[in-house]
């Protein structure tokens, strides 16, 4: 059963519209909803977030926008920092396009998942600080004042951040750069040191920064996004395993299956069957697999 979060728990009073909750760590955390909407802006380190069912290997810079309906948890979470921006759309005050802003429900969940630019992140920081400190306020003036912060950052927002797998963004940093490339390459192989030659980037350097950033290594961030694609693959869709496994960068079939159950603790036909109702579930829960990613 999923658990319900209260705005009644985070919000100031019944006046305020947006409150800031900072996650620096965040935790494993279970299934749940709210009965409000939020922002999550992913900072630093990694993760997996599952969101209505659909897994996501998150680091810095991912951007989620979560309606009250939407179920997500935490999992498999390593130096993961993030800020959830916690908002009560029925109590803004502010004439603005809202839904333009903040889409809603009627907006897909893939059209709600971006990335941010390295650029835009260090923008974005100091205003999230500055609407932390305010929300924090009871004032009907503090209460103004957080509701037109949370409108620039969502206009910022609108700005700095690109589709997840878009190849071209203006102001790449170098860590931009290699998110990119990871995201689109997912069915090919990935060498670092070609990515380096091709950008004239220094590979030590490379792996370093992306270490310090992410809380990971290359290959493991690679890893992640592998496996998180053939699990939504095995779940929602017919492909062939061995078609599955091309699709997320594997020639063998045979080492794709190794690979998978050493990360997910069972094997891709076994996984797929959890969601056909031809298989039990696991004790430990439906979610358990990505544990051990």
């Known amino acids: 059963m999923s658990l319900k979060l209260n705005r009644n728990d985070f919000f100031l009073t019944g006046m305020n519209s947006v409150v800031v909750a900072e996650r620096h760590p965040q935790a494993d955390f279970p299934s749940h909803d709210h009965d409000f909407d939020e922002l999550v802006i992913v900072w630093r380190g990694n993760g997996v977030h599952i969101w209505n069912d659909i897994p996501y290997p ?3 810079g991912d951007l989620f926008y979560i309606n009250a309906k ?23 005050g502010l004439a603005a396009d809202w839904a333009h802003l903040l889409p809603g429900e009627s907006v897909s969940q893939e059209q709600r998942y971006w990335r941010l630019s390295t650029l835009g992140m260090s923008v974005l ?5 500055e609407l932390a400190k305010e929300c924090m306020k ?12 949370l409108m620039q950052l969502a206009l910022l927002l609108l700005r700095f951040r690109h589709q997840p797998d878009s190849g071209v963004l203006p102001d790449a940093h170098q860590l931009d750069l290699l998110l990119m490339a990871l995201r689109a390459g997912i069915s090919a192989p990935f060498h670092l040191e070609t990515f380096c030659r091709q950008h ?18 290359v290959t493991h961030y690679l ?10 693959l095995l779940r929602y869709g017919n492909m062939a395993i061995s078609d599955v496994a091309a699709e997320c960068g594997f020639d063998d079939s045979n080492y794709f299956s190794v690979v998978f ?33």
């Open 223 to 232: 890893r992640q996004l592998r496996i998180c694609r053939a699990m939504s």
């Open 70 to 92: 939407d179920r997500h948890s935490y999992e498999s979470v390593n130096m993961l920092a993030l800020d959830n921006v916690l908002y009560c759309r029925e109590r803004f």
């Open 125 to 129: 920081r100091d205003k999230v600080d």
């Open 261 to 293: 159950n050493r990360a997910c603790g069972v094997s891709p036909r076994d996984y797929r069957q959890r969601f056909t109702g031809h298989a039990v579930k696991s004790p430990e829960g439906e979610y358990a697999v990505v544990n051990r990613l």
């Open 200 to 217: 004239q980037l220094n590979p030590r350097a490379l792996r370093a920064l992306f270490k310090q950033h992410t809380g990971m290594s």
């Open 138 to 149: 009871s004032e009907a003036l503090s209460v103004q004042l957080s509701e037109a912060l």
């Open 58 to 60: 998150i680091t810095c």
